[in-house]
């Protein structure tokens, strides 16, 4: 069975950074795509970022694009999540995800199937 578990979410000040992490066991990692989410009460799950099985490819939010990095190890079936220069509207329930299906490429269109419990990131003002 597929486990995802995150960690690293935290308060940090407006300007301040951030890394998430994601473990995945249950199968082989690497020929699957990842996904990182977020959700706010009352709001909409929205897509922050995917990366793709080999690596090769990533997927941004045009709100995180140029302050958010995904990135993945292999060796240690992890997934990041580098958050720098948060701000305000970053504050949310950040979960990660993966497809059912290998050699996906980690697009926000991607069917999730698989959903780790979450993390809270505050950032405050």
């Known amino acids: 069975q597929v486990q995802l578990r995150e960690s690293g979410g935290g308060l940090v000040q407006a300007g301040g950074s951030l890394r998430l992490s994601c473990a995945a066991s249950g199968r082989t990692f690497s020929t699957y795509s990842m996904g990182w989410f977020r959700q706010v009460p009352g709001k909409e799950r929205e897509f922050v970022a995917g990366?793709?099985?080999?690596?090769?490819?990533?997927y941004y939010a045009d709100s995180v694009k140029g302050r958010f990095t995904i990135s993945r190890d292999n060796a240690k079936s992890t997934v990041y999540l580098q958050m720098n220069s948060l701000n305000s509207e970053d504050t949310a329930v950040y979960c990660c995800?993966?497809?059912?299906?290998?050699?996906?490429?980690?697009?926000?269109?991607?069917?999730?199937?698989?959903w780790g419990q979450g993390t809270q990131v505050t950032v405050s003002s």
């Open positions: 995800a993966a497809p059912l299906y290998a050699y996906k490429l980690g697009l926000p269109t991607d069917t999730y199937h698989y």
């Open positions: 990366i793709s099985w080999s690596g090769s490819r990533t």
